[in-house]
Nanobody, 127 residues
Framework: QVQLVESGGGLVQAGGSLRLSCAASGRTFSSYVMGWFRQVPGKEREFVAAISWSGGSTNYADSAKGRFTISRDNAKNTAFLQMNSLKPEDTAVYYC????????????????????WGQGTQVTVSS
């Protein structure tokens, strides 16, 4: 089992920045691909970004490219999502997710490929 706890959400004005954190416990963090997803009530969960177990490879949704940066610190069992130039349409609950990598560099963008999920953190961007 892997337990994931997100933090860092909040209210920010358009154009501002937030840094989300995802603290993991329970298994070897460096064995897992980490992803960030977001969801607005009444809409499908949306992929945002993901990072390989080593941190050497990343995958971004088009909406996140150039504005968001995913990273991880395997020594601290934590993944991060730095979000800059935020827009009102970025308002959502943000979830981190983990997928056992098996040593491979496959970085899925589909939620069902991830085995573990956090409870989410609310991000609200005002115009």
């Amino acid at each position: 089992q892997v337990q994931l706890v997100e933090s860092g959400g909040g209210l920010v004005q358009a154009g501002g920045s937030l840094r989300l954190s995802c603290a993991a416990s329970g298994r070897t963090f460096s064995s897992y691909v980490m992803g960030w997803f977001r969801q607005v009530p009444g809409k499908e969960r949306e992929f945002v970004a993901a990072i390989s177990w080593s941190g050497g490879s990343t995958n971004y949704a088009d909406s996140a490219k150039g504005r968001f940066t995913i990273s991880r610190d395997n020594a601290k069992n934590t993944a991060f999502l730095q979000m800059n130039s935020l827009k009102p349409e970025d308002t959502a609950v943000y979830y981190c997710a983990a997928r056992y990598s098996g040593g491979y560099y496959y970085i899925p963008s589909v939620g069902r490929e991830y085995q573990y999920w956090g409870q989410g953190t609310q991000v609200t961007v005002s115009s």
